[in-house]
């Protein structure tokens, strides 16, 4: 008889990494069709993985955990004073998407809660976290949530997303995201995860970032300031207006010497129609103002006048584009 030869613990690692830790979501196409090959070479690497996706992405399954995990805080959470409800809540709360919920235990037999919350294009939402914490997702975002009794942990996929961290000096609250590891106690602080770049924004407190690829750097940004990192540098840390502050979570986007093609990656998370530029000349056109996040269009319309621009709709694109291209 023949005998299947058993799964070893990194293969078991990996394939757990992949699916819940969030490797997938980040690997090149490359990658994808490299680990699907691999799974393929071994029945059991591929049973595991079939398991693996049945039990995380049944609807069951995650709603039985949430309510393990609200029965056991409910206590906690009752006791927090409720914040005042943004603009977008009324008519997109209950847009949000959650996919899963999953409890897992080390070797340490330290519970873990593990939460990953996701919104579609014009989609945003508040959520209430175990420890009291909130969590403001913006459009088109994916976040990872990881609760354990030593560490709270957040992982930053794409998009943008607010947080309001509620004080736990045993449990450091950390942010992860492609370029920067950013640490906080208590505190009120914007991260923009883009292809290129985090961008951190404080509003209450202080933060610690750790650049992931800048393994000797390290910096404390405090509120009224904010700091650009990319994978190989960082930029100054530069201050704004916090009195005056508006963000996508009171409807609007302030911006200042922006290159055109990075906002319209914010106004895309707004809108159905995808925005782009053509030629690198006007994506890098510079562009300040408060933007409202409610009327994209009429946005376009004012950039175009103001940077004379010709606005061109292309199948099921928009593209902004010099008033003196010739239209063939």
Known sequence: MNKEIPISPQEEQAIFSW???????QASPQKVKDFEVWLHESPVRRALAQRIERIWNHQSFAQALLKIEQASHRERLTSRKTPMR???LAIAASLVLVI?????????????????????????????????SILDLSAT??????????????RLFNGEAQFSVAKDPSRPFVVESRQASIRALGTIFNVDQRYGFTELTVLEGEVVVNPLEQTRKRFVVAAGEMLRITEHSTGAI????????????????????????DLLVEFNRFTDTPLTTKGHEIGSLLVSGSFDLKKIDTNIQILAKLHNLKIQHQGSHTVLESSEEQTP
Do not use: C
Request: glycine share 4%.
């Open 238 to 261: 530069k201050t704004f207006d916090l009195a005056n502050y508006k963000s996508w979570i009171d409807g609007y986007i302030q911006v200042k010497n922006q290159r055109l093609s």
């Open 141 to 154: 975002t994916k976040v990872a949530v990881s609760y354990n009794e030593r560490k709270r942990r957040i």
């Open 86 to 88: 943004p603009w977008y």
């Open 100 to 132: 899963t919920t999953t409890i897992m235990y080390n070797s340490n037999t330290q519970r873990t809660i593990k939460r990953i919350y996701q919104t579609e294009p014009k989609q945003v939402s508040r959520q209430k976290l175990t420890d009291g």
């Open 19 to 25: 699916f819940i830790h969030g490797a997938k979501e």
